[in-house]
Protein backbone atom coordinates (compact mmCIF):
# COMPACT_ATOMS: atom_id res chain seq x y z
CA UNK A 1 0.00 0.00 0.00
CA UNK A 2 2.59 2.61 -0.91
CA UNK A 3 1.94 6.39 -2.26
CA UNK A 4 -2.04 5.59 -1.28
CA UNK A 5 -2.15 2.29 -2.98
CA UNK A 6 -1.26 3.32 -6.29
CA UNK A 7 1.08 0.60 -7.85
CA UNK A 8 4.58 0.99 -7.83
CA UNK A 9 7.64 -0.59 -9.16
CA UNK A 10 9.47 -2.88 -6.97
CA UNK A 11 12.94 -4.55 -7.58
CA UNK A 12 15.01 -7.46 -5.47
CA UNK A 13 18.50 -8.50 -6.74
CA UNK A 14 20.41 -11.96 -6.07
CA UNK A 15 24.04 -12.14 -6.54
CA UNK A 16 23.84 -16.13 -6.07
CA UNK A 17 21.73 -16.87 -9.40
CA UNK A 18 18.61 -16.78 -7.33
CA UNK A 19 19.26 -18.71 -4.67
CA UNK A 20 18.71 -15.72 -2.33
CA UNK A 21 17.25 -12.63 -2.87
CA UNK A 22 17.36 -9.21 -1.00
CA UNK A 23 14.96 -6.91 0.53
CA UNK A 24 13.23 -5.35 -2.31
CA UNK A 25 13.15 -1.62 -2.93
CA UNK A 26 11.02 0.88 -4.78
CA UNK A 27 11.96 2.24 -8.07
CA UNK A 28 9.98 5.08 -7.49
CA UNK A 29 10.64 6.69 -4.12
CA UNK A 30 9.36 10.21 -4.88
CA UNK A 31 5.42 10.91 -4.19
CA UNK A 32 3.24 11.23 -7.30
CA UNK A 33 -0.19 10.02 -8.38
CA UNK A 34 0.47 8.27 -11.73
CA UNK A 35 0.59 4.23 -11.58
CA UNK A 36 3.74 2.65 -12.15
CA UNK A 37 2.97 -0.57 -14.40
CA UNK A 38 4.28 -3.46 -16.50
CA UNK A 39 8.00 -3.53 -15.60
CA UNK A 40 10.19 -5.38 -18.03
CA UNK A 41 13.66 -6.12 -17.61
CA UNK A 42 17.12 -6.47 -19.41
CA UNK A 43 20.66 -6.90 -18.74
CA UNK A 44 23.51 -6.92 -21.32
CA UNK A 45 27.43 -7.54 -21.05
CA UNK A 46 28.33 -3.75 -21.20
CA UNK A 47 30.87 -2.01 -18.55
CA UNK A 48 30.20 -2.79 -15.06
CA UNK A 49 28.87 -4.78 -12.44
CA UNK A 50 25.02 -6.60 -12.22
CA UNK A 51 24.10 -9.84 -11.54
CA UNK A 52 19.91 -9.70 -12.71
CA UNK A 53 18.57 -12.26 -15.40
CA UNK A 54 15.24 -11.80 -17.77
CA UNK A 55 14.53 -12.60 -21.47
CA UNK A 56 17.62 -11.87 -23.77
CA UNK A 57 20.02 -11.31 -20.90
CA UNK A 58 23.08 -13.53 -19.50
CA UNK A 59 24.51 -13.58 -16.01
CA UNK A 60 27.55 -12.71 -14.22
CA UNK A 61 29.62 -9.97 -13.12
CA UNK A 62 30.05 -7.50 -15.65
CA UNK A 63 26.58 -6.11 -17.00
CA UNK A 64 24.31 -2.94 -17.10
CA UNK A 65 20.85 -3.91 -16.19
CA UNK A 66 17.99 -1.73 -16.95
CA UNK A 67 14.02 -1.55 -16.43
CA UNK A 68 11.41 -0.13 -18.04
CA UNK A 69 8.02 0.40 -17.25
CA UNK A 70 4.88 2.29 -18.00
CA UNK A 71 2.72 5.02 -16.46
CA UNK A 72 -0.97 6.21 -16.46
CA UNK A 73 -3.66 8.35 -13.96
CA UNK A 74 -1.12 11.25 -14.33
CA UNK A 75 -2.08 14.54 -16.59
CA UNK A 76 1.71 15.90 -16.13
CA UNK A 77 3.38 12.74 -17.57
CA UNK A 78 1.28 12.79 -20.84
CA UNK A 79 4.43 13.99 -22.83
CA UNK A 80 6.48 11.63 -21.30
CA UNK A 81 6.71 8.03 -22.22
CA UNK A 82 7.91 4.94 -20.13
CA UNK A 83 10.40 5.73 -17.80
CA UNK A 84 13.89 3.80 -17.53
CA UNK A 85 16.09 2.81 -14.64
CA UNK A 86 19.53 1.35 -14.79
CA UNK A 87 21.99 0.03 -12.53
CA UNK A 88 25.56 -0.47 -11.99
CA UNK A 89 25.55 -1.82 -8.92
CA UNK A 90 24.37 -5.12 -8.61
CA UNK A 91 20.71 -3.39 -8.01
CA UNK A 92 21.63 -1.60 -4.75
CA UNK A 93 21.22 1.81 -6.71
CA UNK A 94 19.09 3.24 -9.75
CA UNK A 95 18.96 5.87 -11.71
CA UNK A 96 16.11 6.79 -13.91
CA UNK A 97 14.76 8.75 -16.11
CA UNK A 98 11.79 9.17 -18.87
CA UNK A 99 11.71 8.84 -22.79
CA UNK A 100 10.00 12.03 -23.92
CA UNK A 101 7.67 12.21 -26.42
CA UNK A 102 6.54 15.06 -28.80
CA UNK A 103 3.02 14.71 -28.20
CA UNK A 104 0.60 13.99 -25.73
CA UNK A 105 0.21 10.10 -25.92
CA UNK A 106 -2.92 8.95 -23.67
CA UNK A 107 -1.55 5.59 -23.36
CA UNK A 108 1.69 4.43 -22.48
CA UNK A 109 1.73 0.68 -22.14
CA UNK A 110 3.85 -2.53 -22.12
CA UNK A 111 7.31 -1.21 -22.38
CA UNK A 112 10.48 -3.31 -23.53
CA UNK A 113 13.98 -2.59 -23.09
CA UNK A 114 17.17 -4.29 -25.21
CA UNK A 115 20.46 -3.47 -24.12
CA UNK A 116 23.52 -3.28 -27.08
CA UNK A 117 27.07 -2.98 -26.33
CA UNK A 118 28.35 -0.28 -29.36
CA UNK A 119 32.49 -1.51 -28.87
CA UNK A 120 34.92 1.30 -26.95
CA UNK A 121 32.92 0.36 -23.74
CA UNK A 122 29.92 2.58 -25.00
CA UNK A 123 26.26 0.77 -24.67
CA UNK A 124 22.80 1.86 -26.47
CA UNK A 125 19.94 1.05 -25.06
CA UNK A 126 16.40 0.39 -26.97
CA UNK A 127 13.09 0.87 -25.74
CA UNK A 128 9.93 0.11 -27.81
CA UNK A 129 6.20 0.52 -25.88
CA UNK A 130 2.65 0.94 -26.84
CA UNK A 131 1.24 4.38 -27.28
CA UNK A 132 -1.96 5.81 -28.13
CA UNK A 133 -2.96 9.37 -29.43
CA UNK A 134 0.07 10.35 -31.20
CA UNK A 135 -0.55 8.26 -34.85
CA UNK A 136 -4.30 8.40 -34.44
CA UNK A 137 -6.52 7.00 -32.28
CA UNK A 138 -5.89 3.59 -32.40
CA UNK A 139 -2.70 1.71 -30.44
CA UNK A 140 0.88 1.98 -32.13
CA UNK A 141 4.28 1.08 -31.24
CA UNK A 142 6.99 4.01 -30.07
CA UNK A 143 10.92 3.57 -30.18
CA UNK A 144 13.58 5.45 -29.09
CA UNK A 145 16.91 4.56 -27.85
CA UNK A 146 19.94 6.28 -25.57
CA UNK A 147 23.57 6.32 -25.93
CA UNK A 148 24.06 7.89 -22.33
CA UNK A 149 21.67 6.12 -19.81
CA UNK A 150 18.75 8.40 -20.57
CA UNK A 151 20.43 11.75 -20.36
CA UNK A 152 19.32 11.95 -23.90
CA UNK A 153 17.00 10.41 -26.10
CA UNK A 154 16.62 9.83 -29.69
CA UNK A 155 12.74 11.26 -30.85
CA UNK A 156 10.26 8.43 -30.41
CA UNK A 157 9.34 7.10 -33.98
CA UNK A 158 6.81 4.72 -35.19
CA UNK A 159 7.94 1.41 -35.30
CA UNK A 160 4.92 -0.09 -37.39
CA UNK A 161 5.28 1.99 -40.30
CA UNK A 162 1.71 1.48 -41.70
CA UNK A 163 0.58 3.48 -38.29
CA UNK A 164 0.07 6.68 -40.49
CA UNK A 165 -2.72 4.72 -42.05
CA UNK A 166 -4.28 2.19 -40.19
CA UNK A 167 -7.18 3.88 -38.30
CA UNK A 168 -8.46 0.26 -35.77
CA UNK A 169 -5.50 -1.37 -35.89
CA UNK A 170 -3.62 -2.84 -32.46
CA UNK A 171 -0.25 -3.30 -32.09
CA UNK A 172 0.66 -5.48 -29.12
CA UNK A 173 3.17 -8.12 -27.20
CA UNK A 174 5.97 -6.88 -28.94
CA UNK A 175 9.73 -9.01 -28.62
CA UNK A 176 12.79 -7.95 -30.17
CA UNK A 177 16.23 -10.21 -30.23
CA UNK A 178 19.70 -8.84 -31.63
CA UNK A 179 22.88 -10.04 -32.94
CA UNK A 180 25.27 -6.99 -32.78
CA UNK A 181 23.39 -3.71 -34.89
CA UNK A 182 20.92 -5.94 -36.14
CA UNK A 183 17.93 -6.05 -34.06
CA UNK A 184 14.80 -7.78 -35.34
CA UNK A 185 11.12 -6.99 -33.39
CA UNK A 186 8.24 -8.75 -34.01
CA UNK A 187 4.69 -7.90 -32.54
CA UNK A 188 1.05 -9.05 -32.66
CA UNK A 189 -1.57 -6.85 -35.17
CA UNK A 190 -5.42 -6.70 -34.86
CA UNK A 191 -7.09 -5.79 -38.05
CA UNK A 192 -4.86 -5.17 -40.72
CA UNK A 193 -5.61 -8.58 -42.39
CA UNK A 194 -9.11 -9.12 -41.11
CA UNK A 195 -10.79 -9.32 -38.30
CA UNK A 196 -8.11 -11.69 -37.08
CA UNK A 197 -4.75 -10.90 -35.50
CA UNK A 198 -1.50 -11.46 -37.37
CA UNK A 199 2.41 -11.29 -36.57
CA UNK A 200 4.49 -8.62 -37.91
CA UNK A 201 8.46 -7.97 -38.01
CA UNK A 202 10.49 -5.09 -39.03
CA UNK A 203 14.43 -5.02 -38.57
CA UNK A 204 16.60 -1.93 -37.64
CA UNK A 205 20.76 -3.09 -39.05
CA UNK A 206 21.71 0.03 -37.40
CA UNK A 207 21.31 -0.88 -33.65
CA UNK A 208 17.48 0.61 -33.72
CA UNK A 209 18.49 4.16 -35.33
CA UNK A 210 16.50 3.73 -38.68
CA UNK A 211 14.08 0.73 -39.10
CA UNK A 212 12.51 -1.19 -42.32
CA UNK A 213 8.84 -1.15 -43.42
CA UNK A 214 7.14 -3.71 -40.95
CA UNK A 215 5.93 -6.56 -43.10
CA UNK A 216 3.58 -9.72 -42.06
CA UNK A 217 5.55 -12.20 -40.68
CA UNK A 218 2.94 -15.15 -40.84
CA UNK A 219 2.99 -15.95 -44.84
CA UNK A 220 -0.67 -17.11 -44.34
CA UNK A 221 -2.07 -14.30 -42.98
CA UNK A 222 -4.21 -13.03 -45.96
CA UNK A 223 -5.94 -16.43 -45.95
CA UNK A 224 -6.33 -17.28 -42.41
CA UNK A 225 -9.27 -16.59 -39.83
CA UNK A 226 -7.66 -17.88 -36.89
CA UNK A 227 -5.39 -15.88 -34.68
CA UNK A 228 -1.63 -15.46 -34.18
CA UNK A 229 -0.33 -14.03 -30.98
CA UNK A 230 2.45 -13.31 -28.40
CA UNK A 231 5.00 -13.75 -30.96
CA UNK A 232 8.95 -14.42 -29.90
CA UNK A 233 12.43 -14.15 -31.68
CA UNK A 234 15.98 -15.63 -31.48
CA UNK A 235 18.86 -16.02 -33.51
CA UNK A 236 22.05 -18.05 -33.59
CA UNK A 237 24.21 -15.22 -34.52
CA UNK A 238 24.80 -16.64 -38.11
CA UNK A 239 21.88 -15.04 -40.01
CA UNK A 240 19.59 -17.77 -38.87
CA UNK A 241 16.35 -16.53 -37.07
CA UNK A 242 13.43 -17.93 -35.43
CA UNK A 243 10.29 -16.87 -34.14
CA UNK A 244 7.35 -18.68 -32.39
CA UNK A 245 3.53 -17.64 -31.65
CA UNK A 246 0.66 -19.15 -30.34
CA UNK A 247 -2.21 -19.60 -33.20
CA UNK A 248 -6.04 -21.02 -33.44
CA UNK A 249 -5.71 -21.45 -37.40
CA UNK A 250 -6.13 -25.08 -37.95
CA UNK A 251 -2.82 -26.21 -39.83
CA UNK A 252 -2.56 -30.00 -41.56
CA UNK A 253 -5.69 -30.73 -39.36
CA UNK A 254 -4.48 -29.08 -36.08
CA UNK A 255 -8.41 -28.20 -34.68
CA UNK A 256 -8.77 -24.80 -33.82
CA UNK A 257 -7.52 -25.40 -30.25
CA UNK A 258 -4.40 -22.58 -29.54
CA UNK A 259 -1.54 -24.26 -30.83
CA UNK A 260 2.56 -23.33 -31.25
CA UNK A 261 3.47 -22.27 -35.11
CA UNK A 262 7.35 -21.12 -35.70
CA UNK A 263 9.18 -19.75 -38.71
CA UNK A 264 12.50 -19.69 -40.21
CA UNK A 265 14.79 -16.88 -41.63
CA UNK A 266 17.99 -17.41 -43.34
CA UNK A 267 18.80 -13.80 -44.15
CA UNK A 268 18.63 -12.29 -40.91
CA UNK A 269 14.74 -11.72 -40.70
CA UNK A 270 14.70 -10.48 -44.50
CA UNK A 271 12.28 -13.45 -45.52
CA UNK A 272 10.73 -15.78 -43.60
CA UNK A 273 9.35 -19.44 -44.09
CA UNK A 274 5.44 -20.86 -44.20
CA UNK A 275 4.12 -21.14 -40.89
CA UNK A 276 4.38 -24.95 -39.35
CA UNK A 277 3.65 -26.31 -35.97
CA UNK A 278 5.82 -27.13 -33.10
CA UNK A 279 3.96 -29.29 -30.85
CA UNK A 280 3.20 -32.49 -32.78
CA UNK A 281 0.23 -33.43 -30.87
CA UNK A 282 -2.02 -30.45 -32.22
CA UNK A 283 -4.09 -33.00 -34.66
CA UNK A 284 -5.28 -35.22 -31.39
CA UNK A 285 -4.88 -32.65 -28.36
CA UNK A 286 -8.11 -29.88 -27.13
CA UNK A 287 -6.13 -27.89 -24.88
CA UNK A 288 -4.50 -24.82 -25.55
CA UNK A 289 -0.33 -24.21 -26.13
CA UNK A 290 0.36 -21.20 -25.35
CA UNK A 291 2.97 -18.61 -24.15
CA UNK A 292 6.13 -20.13 -26.32
CA UNK A 293 9.86 -18.94 -25.59
CA UNK A 294 12.34 -19.64 -28.28
CA UNK A 295 16.45 -19.39 -27.50
CA UNK A 296 19.78 -20.73 -28.96
CA UNK A 297 22.38 -22.40 -26.95
CA UNK A 298 26.18 -22.56 -26.78
CA UNK A 299 25.49 -26.26 -28.08
CA UNK A 300 24.03 -25.50 -31.20
CA UNK A 301 20.65 -26.50 -29.80
CA UNK A 302 17.37 -24.16 -31.21
CA UNK A 303 14.61 -24.49 -27.82
Keep these: NIDFGKPR ?37 LPSAVAIMDHNCSTGSNFTAAITWAHTGCSWATDKGPRVAWTRDAGRTWNSSYVPMNSSSVLVRNPQVLGLPM ?67 VWQTKGLHGHDSDVMVSRSLDAGVTWTAAVTLNTNAEVDSGHDDGPVVATDGKGNWLAAWTSTHAIANSGFDHDILFAWSTDNGTTWSAPSIVNTNAASDTGDDIAPSVAYTSDGTWT
Design 119 to 185: GGGSERWIVVWETQGVWGTDVDLAVSYTDDLGATWATASLLNSYGYSDPGVLEQSLNMANHGEVVVA
Design 9 to 45: VMVAFSGDTGDTWSDSIELTAQPQLAQEISPAACSAE
